[in-house]
């Protein structure tokens, strides 16, 4: 299952979340593409395009965005609306705001879209 992280404008975020999983244990052998934009934004990193490729990956996934969200949230100042970017799971034609979630909510998440009959790892 292929699932894509998009920077929402912030780069340094999506950037930042791709370090956390190269060094978090349970995700750093995910497959991670950085996914960068054409045109005027060329070389600007807009996403990360990343493999899950069972039931363990998801969960591992789901643990590390969610720490890596509340670590965020925890180094942030100023109001709880400037949220940090890398908060939008695109899988196929599903879009979702994944920033709020739990690890298992977000896991229940992942289990469900790869469920939906969209393409796999090769999407």
């Known amino acids: 299952m292929k699932v894509r992280i998009l920077a929402d404008g912030d780069e ?11 060094a978090d244990p349970g995700t750093a052998r995910l497959g991670v593409t950085e996914v960068a934009g054409d045109g ?3 070389g600007v990193l807009e996403a990360l395009d990343i493999i899950l490729g069972n039931a363990a990956d998801m969960g591992s996934f789901a643990l590390a965005y969610a720490s890596w969200r509340s670590v965020k949230r925890d180094e942030q100042s100023g109001p709880a609306d400037g949220e940090a970017g890398a908060r939008t799971l695109v899988h196929g034609e599903s879009t979702v705001d ?5 690890p298992e909510e977000l896991a229940d998440l992942l289990r469900r879209l790869n469920g939906t009959g969209a393409t796999g790892a090769d999407e």
Not at 98 to 102: D, E
């Open 12 to 22: 340094e975020s999506l950037g930042d979340l791709q370090s956390w999983l190269s």
């Open 40 to 42: 005027r934004t060329m």
């Open 98 to 102: 994944i920033g709020h979630l739990t």
